[in-house]
């Protein structure tokens, strides 16, 4: 089983930036789409932004245009790029594959301040 270990997080003013990453306990060369996800206080966990072995991405459209979700397969690494930050961007950012099949890792908190 694959474990993902996020790291990134941080306090930032709106506007400002942040690059998440998330590690992989083995090769994840083989997996197809991996993603990010966040959930907020009181809300469910959402999908933000995957990314294929061939490069392909999808973004949801609270994040398209602003973020970027980009993999080193032989680091096995995802990486989602965050640009623009706003204060309801303020939630717990998880990787996981897409759609999740792995279990959750502890994730890494953002918290955009105004």
């Known amino acids: 089983q694959v474990q993902m270990v996020e790291s990134g997080g941080g306090l930032v003013q709106a506007g400002g930036s942040l690059r998440l990453s998330c590690a992989a306990s083995r090769s994840i060369r083989w997996i197809n789409a991996m993603g990010w996800y966040r959930q907020a206080p009181g809300k469910q966990r959402e999908w933000l932004a995957s990314?294929?072995?061939?490069?392909?991405?999808n973004y949801a459209d609270s994040v398209k245009g602003r973020f970027t979700i980009s993999r080193d397969n032989a680091k096995n690494t995802v990486y989602l790029q965050m640009n623009s930050l706003k204060p309801e961007d303020t939630a717990h950012y998880y990787c996981n594959t897409r759609p999740s099949w792995l279990e959750w890792g502890q994730g890494t908190q953002v918290t955009v301040s105004s």
């Open positions: 990314i294929t072995s061939g490069g392909s991405t």
